[in-house]
């Protein structure tokens, strides 16, 4: 059922774009300052700087600077050194997502190297849900466990620790979650704002890398066996969470690529990436939409430990993840077609869906394409029985996670950050769920502003794509948020050898001024391009045989400034 509420570098020039209120092919409105035209070194220093990004400095990593240290580090690490002079037992309880399974695999090659063999553990996103439980800390307690720590969960875990705690077990959390009201009583709470970082702050596979490098300087190590990997790891659970690449996030990411280039050919992230189609070493992006899928595959589709052996051991587990990325790619494509023809009532300021169809390891990625399609939170569900699993993402400006604490009291758990966010429920709440997420929604956002919107840095024309161009900006990567690539409008062109391209013509590639270009998920706007158009776009190099050219990466097409205004997303698919 569909759940709604029941409530309310010279390369050529750079051209100066006059107001943008138009609504694209696509349904957005494109937006930007006007600017008068800036050669490309102007232009990289403005991005840089709007991006807060000092292009010839380097932040320090995690925990490397005595401004960013937590007041439990040195607690922490103590506590190690005293598990592995007693060789204890020590268990690693991570999360289904990503960052949680590198953090997770991160800490348990840290502690393989120091002669443990811990019990790791990730939940099941359908059978256990979000977080440490109370009957996770009894089994670890059955098992022996004497110290416990938390990766990307654990920090609002309270009544867990505090059993933990009863069982004589010691936990040290390693989290960047929301921080509650009150702390959970532990060893040691390893978190970005206990450690000053109020902005950017690292994701737990960064945490983790942290408190790594922060025992081995202690050890008197700069260099250790595995560093490479250990950057590579923390590097692709950093650009997979979505935290701002800036600062420290973003001297990681930039760190971590350069070390998939440093691994021995028997590294399983390395074998991971190769087994991708990536080459050399990776760009960001390529973390973002060919390596995370993958990883994020297992717990989207199956068990998350099938990831971490993949990362931690490689093997057959690597094969098993590439079918499981397949099976996701096809269910989810599914899902969306059908989404498709479902009514959404977009006056609303959040987007609501819940059915007993929707996978549970889906409905993030269903949720993500709606908030991406429509400018709007979105929240969907999926109805099992007597409880609901629901994933939510939002828009700049709006705490989704906040909205779920402000229904909490209707919860059976919840977590996540600003961007996105996880609950379970019971069936039977879901319509005073529903109704207090729209009030809470609609107190902080007006429907009637609430659009898609596709921010533009600049305008080019077409002679002004060049490789040296494309160089010149490669200066601002690694990409990601808070960092995006750079977009621009190529205004009253031509677009020619049109084609649809890929699985189900899902992709549109075609020739724009005597450029190649390639259109992701735009294959449907094929018949509607017929006159002179704006392009917005990104860039990139193709290389191919030795021969490198620019490629624009087409995000939207509207109608030329002087030609009339084409009805909007009418054949826009989701899917598509």
Known sequence: MVCMPRTPENTGPLLPCAPMTKVSLTGREWRFEERDAEDPGILLSRLAGLRSIDLGASAPLPFESTDHQPP???????????????????????????DGITAAALM???????????????????????????????HLKDEGISLLITVDTGVSAGPALHLAKECGMD??????????????????????????????PPSA?????????????????????????DLALAATGTVADLVELRGTNRSLVTQGLA?????????????????????????????????????NAAGRMADPSIALRAILDG????????????????????????????????SLPLLLLADEKYPAGIVGLIAGRLTEAHGRPSFVAQIQGDVCTASLRSIPGYHITEALRHASDLLLSFGGHAMAAGCTFRTELLPQLTDRLLAHASERLNAAELRPILEIDAALDTTGVTL???????????????????????????????????????????RVGGLKGIGFRLGTLLPQINDAVDVACRLSIDAWEGKSQPQLLIEDVRAAEDAPIPTASKHFSLAG
Request: glycine share 8%.
């Open 72 to 98: 439990d580090l040195a607690r922490a690490i103590e506590r190690l050194k005293l598990a592995f002079s007693r060789d204890e037992r020590i268990a690693v309880f991570g999360d289904y997502d990503c």
């Open 205 to 229: 596979a960064g945490l983790a890398y942290g408190v790594i490098a922060a025992y081995e300087r202690e050890e008197g190590r700069d260099d250790w066996e595995g560093k490479s990997g």
């Open 259 to 295: 070390a998939f280039g440093c691994l021995s050919p028997d590294e399983p992230i390395g074998k991971l990436a190769r087994q991708a189609g990536i080459t050399g070493v990776p760009t960001s992006s390529d973390i973002a939409y060919r390596i995370a899928p993958r990883l």
């Open 108 to 138: 348990a090659r840290f502690l393989a190297r120091h002669g443990t063999h811990p019990l790791i553990r990730l939940p099941h996103r359908l059978h256990d849900g979000y977080g440490l439980k109370e009957e996770n800390v009894r």
């Open 468 to 510: 040296a161009l494309c160089e010149t900006l490669s200066k601002l990567e690694p990409f990601g948020q808070g960092n995006r690539e750079p977009r621009f409008i190529l205004s009253n062109v031509m677009i020619s050898n049109m084609r649809r391209v890929g699985k189900d013509g899902v992709h549109l590639q075609a």
């Open 315 to 346: 093997d057959d587990a690597l094969a098993t993840l590439e079918q499981l990325n397949r099976d996701r790619q096809s269910e989810t494509l599914r899902l969306l077609k059908d989404l498709d023809q479902s009514p959404l009532d977009l």
């Open 171 to 200: 936990v040290i959390v390693i989290d960047h979650h929301h921080l509650p009201q009150r702390l959970p009583d532990t060893i040691a709470i390893l978190h970005p704002l206990l450690a000053g970082y109020d902005q950017s």
